[in-house]
């Protein structure tokens, strides 16, 4: 490549950062949301304390280690925070904030929640959680009362922002429509009392009629599994890179 072809080439890519940097600054975005509370600037504060942008990202600039988090307050709890920030991952350490530091992690993220969507969403593609309560409203008349109180708590836990068929699972969780035959009823009641060390599952204060409740659902959840499944492979992506996809795609 000739001295004059490099220096166009540089031109261009500076061009292109300072366009970049101009539709950042340029964007009203940022601007027209509400100032952080107290308790959300002290989570801000933690966030770059411990460096996590190295691993996740916001508004998909970070790295790509972890889930971009602009929108995770959407599908945790604040016991599935707590889990994560005290226990890790397998990749992500833990972390051994005390509850005030968690607390303040959890309103960091509920607060940047409401700034905006952090990823680019395909339109045509029906979202997972979608087709989860489609299913379960045509399932709603034939569900047994302990079942139905089954899925009721599951549905407050938030268990489905994690926990679906592998491919469209946030956090790649286990399949939540095989577990009854993985773990059986005991194994479930188990894992809902103790949790996962290790694995960020957290324990649940469920009684143990609670606990009854859930592996009532999940059996009829079992049952249903391969029509389930079937439902969401409409969701797998077929990971065209964005650029042969046309811009009205996303939102």
């Known amino acids: 490549m000739g001295v004059h072809a490099r220096q166009c080439l540089l031109a261009a890519l500076v061009?292109?950062?300072?366009?970049?940097?101009?539709l950042t600054y340029a964007?009203?975005?940022?601007r027209a949301a509400?100032?952080?509370?107290?308790?959300?600037?002290?989570?801000r504060a933690l966030w770059h304390e411990h460096n996590c942008q190295s691993c996740h990202q916001i508004y998909g600039f970070g790295g790509f280690l972890g889930p971009d988090l602009?929108?995770?307050?959407?599908?945790?709890?604040?016991?599935?925070?707590?889990?994560i920030l005290t226990e890790g991952t397998d990749v992500m350490p833990a972390f051994r904030f005390g509850k005030s530091d968690r607390r303040a992690i959890g309103q960091f993220l509920a607060e940047l929640d409401l700034t905006g969507?952090?990823?680019?969403?395909?339109?045509?593609?029906?979202?997972?959680?979608?087709?989860?309560?489609?299913?379960?409203?045509?399932a709603a008349e034939e569900l047994s009362p302990g079942e139905a109180e089954g899925l009721e708590l599951i549905r407050r836990e938030r268990c489905f922002g994690c926990h679906l068929p592998n491919h469209a699972s946030t956090h790649r969780a286990p399949d939540l429509t095989t577990v009854i035959e993985r773990r059986g009823r005991k194994g479930v009641s188990g894992v809902l009392a103790e949790g996962v060390p290790g694995?960020?599952?957290?324990?649940?204060?469920?009684?143990?009629?609670?606990?009854?409740?859930?592996?009532?659902f999940l059996a009829w959840l079992d049952r249903h599994g391969a029509a389930a499944r079937d439902r969401f492979e409409s969701t797998r992506p077929d990971w065209a890179p964005l650029t042969q996809l046309p811009w009205f795609e996303y939102e």
């Open 15 to 22: 061009g292109a950062f300072a366009f970049q940097t101009w």
């Open 27 to 30: 964007d009203s975005a940022g």
């Open 34 to 43: 509400p100032p952080l509370s107290e308790q959300a600037a002290r989570g």
């Open 70 to 83: 602009t929108n995770a307050a959407k599908r945790l709890t604040a016991t599935r925070v707590d889990s």
């Open 117 to 138: 969507v952090g990823q680019a969403k395909a339109r045509k593609r029906r979202p997972p959680i979608e087709l989860v309560d489609e299913l379960l409203a045509k």
């Open 199 to 216: 694995k960020a599952m957290p324990k649940f204060t469920f009684s143990e009629t609670e606990r009854a409740a859930v592996a009532d």
